[in-house]
């Protein structure tokens, strides 16, 4: 069955850097846009970062632009974000999902997520 | 910050019929992009409920509908059942910010 497994979240101080991994199974991942979502504790959804399905191109929230780096692995199965210059606003349960359609479309499925804590 | 706004909570008692909105404007929603809805269970996930404005995937429920006019889109749960009682988030795209999909607010289910 399609399946995302993220890890790498942990508690990290702010100014440091973290990287995510999302393992994904089930599926032709090279056929397919991936995306980042977070969700701070107790708030909503927030977008994070899209790549296209061979790397070529890649998209970012402005809240995370320029600190952030969304990569894929296309021989591994493999989505990753680089995050570096982490913040404390950066605290977030992380979650890769599969892109649907074309441009705006959905995300499914989603990844159980990981945690992210900024906190010195 | 969100650019689609939700009523922060609905409710309704099992059998009853509740409506979510989704009210955007003439970069997101208007400019014709898709709308799509997700549940959220408590301390899970968010699932995909309603792809395309209306489109059901596979597995979800036909009480779950959803449509869409003008700047703004709605999800109907007709039947109201106890485990409905989650978050639920509209999604879409957003011309006016440099590649960016965007969120609903989010809106809590209650079933009394």
Redesign the interface.
């Given at each position: 069955q399609v399946q995302l497994v993220e890890s790498g979240g942990g508690v990290v101080q702010p100014g440091r850097s973290l990287r995510l991994s999302c393992a994904a199974s089930g599926f032709t991942f090279s056929s397919y846009g991936m995306?980042w979502?977070r969700q701070a504790p107790g708030k909503?959804?927030?977008?994070v970062a899209?790549i296209w399905y061979d790397g070529s191109d890649k998209?970012?929230?402005?809240s995370v632009?320029g600190r952030f780096t969304i990569s894929r692995d296309n021989s591994k199965n493999t989505l990753y974000l680089q995050m570096s210059g982490l913040r404390v606003e950066d605290t977030a349960v992380y979650?890769c999902a599969r892109g649907?359609?074309n441009?705006?479309?959905?995300?499914?499925?989603?990844?159980?997520?990981t945690l992210v804590t900024v906190s010195s | 910050q969100?650019v689609l706004t939700q009523p922060p909570s609905v409710s309704g008692a099992p059998g009853q019929r509740v409506t979510i909105s989704c009210t955007g404007s003439s970069s997101n929603i208007g400019a014709g992009?898709?709308v799509?809805w997700?549940q959220q269970l408590p301390g899970t996930?968010?699932?995909?409920l309603i792809?395309?404005n209306s489109n059901r995937?596979s597995g979800v429920p036909d009480r779950f509908s959803g449509s869409k006019s003008g700047t703004s889109a709605s999800l109907a749960i007709t039947g109201l059942q106890a485990e409905d009682e989650a978050d639920y988030?509209c999604?879409?795209?957003d011309s006016s910010?440099?590649?960016?999909?965007?969120?609903?607010?989010?809106t809590k289910v209650t079933v009394l």
């Open positions: 995306h979502v909503g959804l927030e977008w899209v998209y970012y929230a402005d632009k979650y649907g359609g441009r705006g479309g959905w995300f499914d499925p989603w990844g159980q997520g | 969100s992009y898709d799509h997700y996930a968010p699932k995909l792809s395309g995937p988030y999604q879409s795209y910010l440099s590649g960016s999909y965007v969120f609903g607010t989010g």
